[in-house]
């Protein structure tokens, strides 16, 4: 069973920057996708970033493309998401989710397994 943990949440002001962290476990697929989504109160879980467990092809959501940054780090089944130049409208619950497929998706509902989620608020 896979398990994906998410940390680095927390409360930022505006322009700032925070690093989320998802700290994954259990069965892996070489051929899988990972992906960062959000979803603020009220709204549906929106992609925002996803990259191919052998890190590359890199996606991002046009709302934060030059500001956020996802990476892998081979060496202990982490994948981050920088980042930087918050705004208010980036605070939401940021979940980490996986996919046993090569492609990134940009549906929740291309994703097998997900992480609890992570609280990010960012104040004006």
């Known amino acids: 069973q896979v398990q994906l943990v998410e940390s680095g949440g927390g409360l930022v002001q505006a322009g700032g920057s925070l690093r989320l962290s998802c700290a994954a476990s259990?069965?892996?697929?070489?051929?899988?996708?990972m992906g960062w989504f959000r979803q603020a109160p009220g709204k549906e879980r929106d992609f925002v970033a996803g990259?191919?467990?052998?890190?590359?092809?890199?996606r991002y959501a046009a709302s934060v493309q030059g500001r956020f940054t996802i990476s892998r780090a081979s060496a202990d089944n982490t994948v981050y998401l920088q980042m930087n130049s918050l705004k208010p409208e980036d605070t939401a619950v940021y979940y980490c989710?996986?996919?046993?497929?090569?492609?990134?998706?940009?549906?929740?509902?291309?994703?097998?397994?997900w992480g609890q989620g992570t609280q990010v608020t960012v104040s004006s």
């Open positions: 989710a996986t996919r046993r497929s090569f492609a990134v998706g940009v549906s929740l509902y291309e994703y097998d397994y």
């Open positions: 990259i191919r467990w052998s890190g590359g092809g890199a």
């Open positions: 259990g069965l892996l697929f070489s051929s899988s996708a």
